[in-house]
């Protein structure tokens, strides 16, 4: 069984964490490379609540990152 994994914020507001301590912190703290975060912010739009229009715009913008 394989499932989408993402990197994301607990609650921002009340942790004062935000994504970008995430990246820089968490995911090197977790042995993640630099491609497996790229992946994990691919998995995050994937699953993410947004149209299919949403996405694709996310996408190439990632794409073109």
């Known amino acids: 069984m394989a499932f989408l994994a993402s ?3 607990d609650d921002p507001a009340v942790q004062g964490v935000d994504i970008i301590h995430e990246y820089h912190v968490a995911a090197p703290a977790a042995g993640l490379s630099r491609e497996q ?3 994990a912010q691919i998995n995050g ?3 993410a609540f947004l149209s ?3 996405k694709r715009a996310l996408r190439e913008k ?3 990152a």
Do not use: F, M, P, Y
Request: aromatic residues 0%; hydrophobic residues 45%.
């Open 7 to 9: 990197l994301n914020t």
């Open 37 to 39: 975060i790229r992946q």
């Open 45 to 47: 739009l994937e699953i």
């Open 52 to 54: 299919d229009g949403e």
């Open 62 to 64: 990632v794409a073109a």
